[in-house]
Structures are given as C-alpha cells and as structure tokens.
C-alpha cells in the first residue's frame, strides 16, 4: 500500500479559516448594529420633525403646573419639572427603601420559620412562601388598594386611635412632630448616647477577646440609650410638639399622612419579596453543612447562639448574592405604583410630564436612567459587603 | 447445658410512638416550641375559619345580578356572570369557538411530546412549533382562508394572558440562548453587543419598557408603518424576558466542564454543531428550574400591560369590578384572579420539579 504525503497543504479559501471569519462575522455584527441604529436615529429625526418637537431638556425648567399627592420637599404648582423628577425619584425611593427594610425582616423570619423543629410553624411558613411568589405582584397591590384600603369608612367616620391616629379611605392621619424647645439637648444627647454604645461594644469585645470574660453590652446599651435622652428631655423639656390631626366639617387636617397608594404598594411589595427573600435564607441556611451545627454544640453553644455565631455567619456568604438580585427585583417593582397611581417616578416623569410636554424621549431617557443608578448602585453596595463578609481562605 | 434466652423486648414508651410521640416531637419539644405551636394554632384559628365561612359556607352561589346575593359571605355569582368576559375580554361571542379550538388544538397536539413511545418525538416537535403559531394565529385573528378579522384590540381576558405569556416564551428562549452564547463567545465585538444588550433590559423595570413601546416605538419606526399595540408589547416582553433566560442559559453554560467543549473539538465538530449537539443539551438540563422561574416570572409580568390599556386577565377583573351594577366585588374578583394565576404558577413549578427529577442522570453531586 502507498501514501502519498502532500507535503503542501491544501489551498483553503479565507472563509474556512478560523481567524478571517470571527472578523467577517464582527465586522458584519457591528455594521448591523450601527446600521439599524443610524435607521432609528433617522427615523427619529424625520418623526420629530414632522410632529414639530424640538428635542433637549430645556423643558425642565417649564413650571410643571399640576399638584402631586405626595411631596417629601416642598413643592407648589408653580415649581418646575426638574423639581418633580426630584419628587418623583424621593417617592420612588421610598417606596424602596421601606419595601427592603420590612422585606427582609418578614423573609429571614420565614426562612428561618421554614426551617423550625416545630411541624406547624414549618407549614404555616410553607403556605405562605407556596401562596405569595405565585401570586403577581401587581394583584397584590390591587387588593390592598380596591378591595381592603377603598372600602374604608371616610374622614367622617374614620377609624381613630386614642384621637390622634385617624384611618380612613384617604390614608393613615398621624401626627406630626416639629421642633419643640428640648430638640437640641435631646439630639446632643442621643449622638452621646450612640457613641457611648459604640465604643462600649467595641471595649467589650476587646475584653472578651482579652480575657474571655462577657459584658451585658445589650442591656448597658439599652439603658444607655434611654437614659441620657431621658435626662435631656427632663432637664431641657420636650424635644418635639406634635401637631395632632383634627377632625373638620369634611376632612381631617393637620398632622401627617401616609396615603392609602403608598401603605399598599410598600405592603404588597414587602409581602410578595419576602416570600421569595425566605425561600433564600433557607437555601443559605441549610448550605452550612450539619458538621458546624454539631461542632457548635459539642461546644457547649445554646441553639440561639449556634444559629447566631456559627451559623448565620456562614449562611449570610451564600446568601448575599440572591439576596440582591431581591433587592433589585423588589426597587424594580416599585415602578408598579405607577399602576395606581402612586406618584412615584414612572408615573410622575413618564406618565404627567410625558403627556403634558410631548417631551417622549428625554422623560423616558431619564426614567429609564434613574432606574440603571439605582440598579447599579444597589449592586455595587451590595458587592462591596459581599467581598466584606466573604471568606478569607488560607 | 441450659440455653440462654433473651426476654423480649419491652415496647417503646407508649409517649414516643405513634401520634402522641409525634406530636411531642414535632410541636412540644420544650417550651418554646410549645409557645410556638400554641400561637401557630391561634394564627389558623384566626385565618382559617373566617375564610372558610366567607368563601364557601356563607357565600352564595347562584343567581345572575347583584340582588341575588344576599347571605353575609362572598359572592360568586359575580364571577359567573363575568366569566365569559374574564376568559374571552370583548372578543365577539360568536366567535369564541375559535379560542376554544386554538386551546384545544394546542393541548391536543402537544400531547404526544408527552408520550415516552412517541416516535420521532424532535422532528414532531419542530413540526407543531412551527405549524401551530400559524394556526393559532389563523384561528385568534383570522383575516385570510375564510374566517372573519378579529383585531386585537378586541382580543382580552386570560386568553390575552396566555396568549403574551406564549409568544413571550417562544420567542425569550431561542432569543436568550443566542445573547447568552454570544455573551460567552470569543469575539469581542459580539460579546460587547451582547453585554449591553442583556444590562440594559435588565436594568430598567419592564413598566418603563412597557411606556417606551407605547411612546417611543412610534417614533423610532418609519411614519407609515404602525405596529399593532398588542404587537408592541409582545416585542418587548421578548426583549426583556430574553436578557433574564441569557443570563440563566449562561450559568448553565459555566457549569459545563470545559473538557466537554475540548472533547466536543476533538471530535471534529464546528462550533455550531458542538453547541447544539454537546453544551446546550446538557446546560439546558442543569438551568431547568432556573428557566421556569423566569417563565413564571413571566406570565406574572404579562399582568403589566394593564399600564398601556390592553384587557388582559387581570385588567378585565379590574373593570368589571368598577362597573355600578357590581360595586364591592373587589374582594371576590381579585380572589378568583389571585386563585387563576396561582393555579397556573404553581403547576409550572411542580412541573419543573418533576421535569428536574425525570432528566437527572445521577451525575450531580
């Protein structure tokens, strides 16, 4: 038998090498893009045109000339859009905030009740999980607001507490401290009071590591925290006056009031992510392995300091990471107040100045951004605490 | 020689076995559990019976205007007489026959993919994903072979609903597979487009993206062409479902050891065929129940459409609960809206969960 070598290799056309076609196939890709780009700019342009838009954020300083329901600074009709957008992203973040904050108590309360010794527990926190994450976010809010906050009595026949809380279909009515005579010992003292704590806290794990002898920090903080306020509302008088609603021929005024948008998206929002939170700290929980448990009470540890030494420490690495992307989720879905007409910054920026300037593309572009920041930052604060908390291998 | 025998065994305490033991096990392990199962208990005993009453022995269950409800419970009458609309929005009555026959085709011809002895189980596959969307579509719009228009502003209720969430599905996946293949590819320029575009969507909240296809769009598209509303919406559902399955698609992809690819190399395959042939099959695998949180996710987020006006399901409750002949049937109409979603949220995850079981081949840790 003969082979034949051929010691010149076979002429090969440029597309079946590998290098020339990754450039083919990027060069073709980006001109795509560019291409279908410029025809949307283009298409832009000519639309503008014709409707008579003329782009730019000048709009911005226009007087905005309509009332928002809920303003946490100042604002009159005659303020400008730039104003609303501040508005508008103070709500939203709001919203945020206390949705995250009630979020993740009531998930690690369910995470750690889905795990529970005790039989009930673990199934009430199943049921829970099982019912709200396959329930959409947005019927949530529709049912505190239509069907459990609408049908509230009105501001005549409110529900009222001790005659300074009034609930009725317009909202919780509470009242309203302001700066009373005592506020600025009383605030110089809780600044003392709070450094006191910390460098208390951080002397008695110095001792502790020191000697191995506990200090009650929580008890000594507690009184701390209470006594010195204390004494500065005695010696100074009352920090604050609080200005109590009042009942009124049809409306209650004064005080403040948390309108009836706002309780129900921060409700459903909490409720809905802290279904999906839970689930999340028990998959943290049961990832440290039953070794550290034993470990944690062959040395002694009670199951209250084995969970809060050993093994949160250890689930939280685990965690952190989905528990972001909650967080993302959940400041993401604050945008659904726009459905009920919270005004937050969808609704406000894209929804009222959208119709009132015509100004499409710039609202939806600084929507559109505010949302990104908010994204980003939650990501990149919740990254660094990550890389904080992360294990330290040797 | 006297043989040894034991006696018998005395029997467990009767306090250890049986319901007693466990309830002591399980409920009154020490005081704080106690504690624990007694306020478990007042918890149920607050929601159960209540609701209980409420939706089911003191409501009332026939009749068909609002007088006829008159006992202290729920009124389901109120959802029988809407049902039709909840199911159907204002697609015309006549013609729902065709709903029912694009439903009825769709279970009907997905059934043999369920079947362990079906034969050429892919190539049927292919055939009914490419086949039944231009049926469906010939069935729900019509225009052409013989049936009347229904245009889609008339479309509504669940159908609306499942109809989003389909198209969504359809066109997420095979979208989030290639971003999430081109994220991972080793051309920068591709993996650039890709990154943008998968941060992009998944940054800003799908209302946003919602408002920009219903005020943005018409601007970006040539003065002339005037994309359906309900058509808009779907591109972007896609759009942003699609940036949510790459990123899933792409853990998968990591997972798969890299002497998979190497080996995939070695025997002469291209990268296409590689892909689908060796990482897909089996990083699809691995991402099951990540894919089927996003695709609940999904059919939770079609629910949105409610802002740019479309009668989806839950939007149509919304109305029928403000119509004056029916005021106060909040409670009911967002119940049975609440019950219709989860029904159809929990069976895709314990189907995932069943799909998860039936495809491990045992090789995880």
């Known amino acids: ?394 | 020689m006297t043989s040894h025998t034991f006696k018998p065994d005395l029997p467990p305490p009767s306090t250890s076995v049986g319901a007693l033991g466990w309830a002591r096990a399980n409920l009154f392990s020490s005081w704080y559990n106690t504690l624990l199962t007694l306020l478990g208990l007042y918890l149920v005993w607050l929601i159960v019976p209540p609701l209980v009453d409420w939706a089911l022995l003191k409501a009332d269950w026939s009749g068909s205007t609002r007088a006829d409800c008159t006992r202290e419970g729920a009124c389901w009458v109120f959802i029988q007489t809407r049902f039709a609309q909840f199911m159907y929005g204002f697609y015309p009555a006549e013609l729902r026959w065709r709903v029912d026959l694009a439903a009825i085709l769709a279970i009907v011809g997905a059934a043999p993919l369920f079947l362990k002895a079906m034969p050429h189980k892919v190539r049927y596959g292919i055939g009914y994903l490419i086949a039944y969307p231009l049926l469906a579509y010939w069935l729900l719009h019509g225009g052409f072979l013989g049936l009347d228009t229904v245009p889609t502003t008339q479309w509504g209720g669940l159908m609306l609903t499942i109809v989003i969430a389909a198209v969504g599905i359809a066109g997420a996946l095979p979208l989030g597979i290639v971003l999430a293949l081109g994220r991972r590819s080793d051309m920068p320029a591709i993996r650039v487009i890709c990154v943008t575009f998968i941060e992009f969507w998944r940054g800003v909240p799908l209302i946003t993206v919602l408002f920009m296809s219903s005020v943005m769009l018409p601007l970006f598209l040539p003065e002339q062409m005037n994309l359906d509303k309900l058509l808009r919406a779907m591109l972007m559902v896609v759009f942003f479902e699609a940036a949510y399955v790459a990123e899933v698609v792409r853990g998968g992809l990591q997972a798969i050891p890299k002497g998979q690819y190497e080996a995939a190399a070695a025997m002469g395959l291209g990268y296409w065929r590689s892909m689908v042939l060796v990482i897909l099959p089996q990083a699809l695998k691995l991402v099951i129940p990540g894919l089927v949180n996003t695709f609940i996710a999904l059919f939770k987020d079609t629910s949105l459409v409610i802002i740019i006006g479309l009668f989806d399901f839950l939007n149509s409750i919304k109305r029928a609960t403000t119509d004056p002949a029916w005021l106060g049937m909040s409670t009911e109409g967002y119940v049975f809206a609440a019950l219709v979603y989860w029904i159809f949220c929990f069976g895709m995850s314990r189907y995932s969960m069943h799909l998860e079981r039936k495809l491990d081949t045992g090789h995880k840790r």
Do not use: C
């Open chain 1, 1 to 394: 038998m003969r082979t034949t070598l051929d010691a010149t290799p076979a002429r090969r056309s440029l597309l079946s090498d590998p290098k020339a076609r990754a450039w083919l196939f990027q060069i073709v890709a980006v001109v795509a893009v560019v291409a279908f780009g410029w025809y949307l700019f283009h298409n832009t342009q000519t639309n503008l045109a014709h409707r008579g838009i003329t782009s730019g954020f000048g709009f911005l300083n226009n007087a905005a000339g309509f009332g928002i329901s809920q303003h946490l600074i100042d604002y009159s009709e005659s303020d400008s859009y730039g104003r609303v957008f501040w508005i508008g992203l103070l709500n939203t973040l709001l919203v945020s905030v206390i949705g995250i904050v009630l979020a993740t108590i009531l998930g690690f309360i369910l995470g750690i009740a889905r795990l529970s010794s005790n039989w009930l527990i673990r199934q009430l926190a199943t049921v829970y999980i099982e019912i709200f994450r396959n329930i959409p976010p947005l019927l949530t809010i529709f049912f505190f607001y239509f069907a459990v906050l609408a049908p509230l009595p009105g501001p005549r026949n409110s529900i009222s507490l001790w005659d300074a809380f009034f609930l009725n279909n317009r909202g919780l009515q509470m009242p309203a401290p302001s700066a009373g005579e005592g506020l600025w010992p009383f605030l110089v003292a809780l600044a003392i009071a709070v450094a006191g704590v910390l460098l208390l806290y951080r002397w008695a794990r110095a001792r502790r590591h020191a000697t191995g002898e506990r200090f009650p920090v929580l008890w000594s903080s507690v009184a701390l925290l209470i006594l010195l306020p204390g004494l500065a509302v005695l010696v100074a008088g009352q920090p604050f006056s609080w200005q109590v609603p009042e009942l009124q021929r049809f409306n209650i005024r004064g005080g403040w009031v948390i309108i009836p948008e706002l309780v129900s998206i921060v409700m459903a929002l909490s409720i809905y992510t802290a279904a999906f939170i839970g689930e999340t700290v028990r998959a943290g929980i049961q990832s440290v392995s039953h070794g550290q448990t034993e470990a944690a009470s062959s040395l002694g540890l009670r199951s209250g300091q084995t969970l809060r030494l050993v093994v949160v420490p250890q689930a939280l690495r685990v965690i952190i990471p989905p528990l972001t992307s909650q967080y993302l989720n959940l400041a993401k879905n604050s945008s659904l107040a726009a459905a009920i007409g919270y005004p937050d910054m969808v609704s406000l920026f894209a929804g009222t100045v959208l119709n009132q300037t015509g100004q499409a593309i710039e609202t939806m572009a600084i929507t559109m951004s505010v949302y990104l920041a908010i994204s980003i930052s939650i990501s990149l604060l919740m990254n660094w605490y990550n890389k904080r908390i992360a294990l330290i291998e040797r």
